[in-house]
């Protein structure tokens, strides 16, 4: 699986070679260092650690300055399914993608705190007429007697915390690979706010096992 670490930028247009227009989000992709190999012998699953982004050693435990010994500090750590070998010490760069790959973007979106149903849950509110003076918002009934035995019912949509959450945009393509920038361009636009740590995740294509 190729897999990618990188911090999302602001957005852009790109031109296409007919001429039109798409929208796309800059990444700082990489370049990724593995920390770890895992085997399914010794730990059970197969997977490769990977490390991204500075650190001062100041600010490291003793465990994890252990674990990075011989390493450069990392400030996030992720593991991902290889798709070859790697060993320890190796580096990842853009280069594992190319333009015109699908691939899948996880990210934690943006925090908005509080809301009511109408922007939580797209609730379209109260009538605009016929004395209506300042529910115009309001989520109207939550249930009652006939409903749940007189309790709310789980899962009810009310108002609440929204955002803050872990989002996972499918089928997105890499409109552009810069190697010398470790840049990439994804098309449309990816969760979180300028700055937040995204992943990046090649689609699984089942004829090629990768």
């Known amino acids: 699986m190729k897999f990618m670490l990188g911090t999302k930028g602001r957005m852009t247009q790109v031109f296409d070679e007919s001429g039109a227009v798409c929208a ?4 700082s992709a990489g ?3 593995v920390t770890q190999v895992k085997t399914a012998e010794k730990d059970g699953y197969a997977s490769a650690q990977v490390g991204f982004g500075a650190k001062k050693e100041n600010n490291m435990s003793q465990p994890l300055k252990g674990h990075l010994k011989g390493l450069a500090p990392a400030r996030h750590l992720r593991e991902f399914a290889p798709t070859g070998e790697v060993n320890r010490g190796d580096t990842i760069d853009v280069s594992v993608f190319s333009p015109g790959d699908v691939v899948s973007v996880s990210a934690i979106s943006k925090g908005k705190g509080f809301q009511g149903v109408v922007k939580r849950h797209g609730f379209k509110g109260g009538p605009r007429s016929h004395g209506q003076k300042n529910k115009e918002r309001a989520p109207g009934s ?3 007697a006939g409903r749940a035995g007189g309790r709310v019912a789980k899962g009810m949509r009310m108002a609440g915390r ?6 996972t945009v499918k089928n997105l393509k890499i409109v552009d690979v810069d190697k010398e920038t470790n840049t990439l361009l994804i098309s449309g636009a990816i969760p979180g706010h300028p700055g937040t740590l995204i992943e990046i995740r090649g689609s699984f294509d089942k004829a090629q096992g990768k």
């Open 24 to 27: 796309a989000t800059i990444v």
């Open 31 to 33: 370049p990724l260092t």
């Open 142 to 144: 939550i249930g009652g």
């Open 162 to 167: 929204m955002g803050g959450d872990r989002v």
